[in-house]
């Protein structure tokens, strides 16, 4: 069989066309789509094209490339210059524009709070889609590296020290300053002294920062590299991180919101994200899901005050811990009395109240648990038997039954194939190991743009890609 053989130097009566390279229904065509639908004043992005100065890149051609980049992978911005130049579906997309790598990075910097909205914007397209329901929500947390290290992340005490050697370091440079002022043959060293002075005045200030950030909240520990972010345990050991929270809808599994917060726990997470999601949805879901790492009764209880249905399991029901002879459930709550019986029909009165507000009950008098047949089952404690009940514990008692009910057991058992589904496409598919920028802002901008991600490749799987362009208009 004969083969083809190609030519590069074979030379064409016409120059073919950049728009000749891409097929009609080349995924590329559909993030230039999404793109051109967003509304950029709202994104706060000014397009102005009788702009006077000097040029610059057009800042939706600018858009499309961290977009499309994210999209596949390619985050640095090293290698989305190089992308321009030899990747023909980023060359078509930015219509033959080349930016260096400084100004795409610039943009990017520049423009992290209206980076932050674009998921926003693609959440509302997508409910105009019919795409998003918000019935059922799933929220879901992982964690994500830093762009630091945990070895930077330190006490107060060591900002403390630090910022009396940096102090004592810049009284020393003044002093060789004053000094080499009157001898003339060391003129040549002030430039370098006036480069450590100004590194030391930047550290100074930085660390002053850090020392006013452990005044102004609760943090044990703070990174120097990147103040905004915590040291966090993962599967992959512990490392500075982010806690990236997910919510999740049912319908098709698209993204509705996602935020990365510094708290090394889902359990303070639960109703703030359903609270922002249901703020994009203009009206409150009817049903609320996660797993047993958000329970805790306060902030659960948070939601089901707005007639949401929260379908999230207890510590004990997570472990999938049966009861255990003579747990709190085996006891007799009275409330008229406030006490609890035991199941001899001892009397437990209420005790006092712990600081975290849990209240303890406990028996009158101890010799009838040393007396008692059970003794040494029940409990071995020498003053005899202790219940602790929650203020809330009703709430706690009806959230538990709610989770046992048939309807919630099967919105439950498609929580994983719905809420994982996001993290596994980004960590697994484009490689996301952590995150470029710094700062809670940059970070949340490239949460923003790795969702959104996310979202247009599952609005390409489920409308098409012609199908897609020519639905996107209709729904800005």
Request: positive net charge; contains cysteine.
């Amino acid at each position: 069989m004969a083969y083809r053989y190609g030519d590069r130097y074979q030379m064409a009566m016409l120059p073919q066309s950049i728009e000749d390279y891409i097929a009609e229904d080349d995924p590329v065509r559909a993030y230039d789509a999404f793109v051109e639908a967003l509304n950029f004043k709202n994104l706060r992005i000014d397009i102005n094209p009788n702009k006077v100065g000097n040029s610059q890149y057009d800042p939706r051609a600018m858009l499309k490339l961290l977009v499309y980049g994210y999209s596949y992978g390619t985050t640095s911005s090293r290698k989305l210059e190089q992308a321009t130049y030899h990747n023909i579906s980023f060359i078509w997309l930015m219509g033959g524009l080349k930016p260096d790598h400084k100004t795409i990075a610039e943009f990017r910097r520049k423009n992290k709070k209206s980076i932050q909205k674009i998921l926003k914007q693609c959440a509302r397209m997508c409910i105009k889609l019919d795409l998003i329901a918000g019935n059922v929500l799933f929220v879901d947390g992982t964690k994500i590296r830093a762009n630091a290290s945990a070895s930077r992340t330190h006490k107060k005490e060591w900002y403390e020290k630090q910022l009396k050697t940096i102090d004592q370091r810049i009284e020393q440079l003044l002093k060789e300053c004053e000094s080499n002022d009157h001898q003339e043959e060391h003129l040549s060293s002030f430039v370098s002294m006036n480069k450590d002075l100004a590194k030391s005045e930047t550290l100074k200030n930085s660390i002053k920062e850090i020392l006013s950030q452990f005044d102004q909240t609760d943090r044990k520990k703070i990174n120097q590299t990147d103040p905004d972010c915590s040291n966090m345990s993962s599967v992959q050991g512990k490392h500075a991180s982010y806690n990236v929270q997910s919510v999740v809808d049912d319908k098709n599994g698209l993204i509705l919101n996602a935020e990365a917060v510094n708290d090394t726990s889902d359990v303070n997470q639960f109703a703030q994200q359903i609270d922002q999601a249901n703020e994009i949805l203009e009206q409150p879901c009817e049903a609320a899901c996660a797993d047993a790492g958000y329970a805790d009764t306060t902030e659960l209880e948070k939601i089901d005050k707005q007639g949401i249905k929260v379908i999230v399991p207890s510590q004990r029901q997570g472990l999938h811990n049966g009861e255990k002879p003579f747990s709190k459930s085996s006891f007799t709550y009275c409330k008229e009395q406030d006490c609890y019986y035991c199941p001899e029909g001892h009397k437990l009165p209420f005790g006092w109240t712990e600081k975290t507000g849990k209240k303890i009950y406990l028996i009158g008098d101890k010799q009838l648990c040393h007396t008692c047949q059970h003794y040494g089952q029940c409990t071995e404690a020498k003053y005899g038997r202790r219940v602790t009940r929650l203020h809330n514990e009703e709430t706690k008692e009806k959230l538990e039954a709610q989770y046992e009910q048939s309807a919630s057991q099967e919105i439950y058992s498609r929580r994983k194939a719905r809420v994982e589904l996001p993290f596994g496409h980004l960590k697994r598919n484009l490689k996301t190991v952590g995150f470029l920028l710094r700062g809670s802002e940059g970070v949340q901008a490239e949460t923003s743009l790795l969702a959104t991600c996310f979202n247009i490749a599952r609005m390409i799987t489920i409308i098409g890609i012609p199908g897609l362009i020519k639905r996107l208009p209709a729904s800005i």
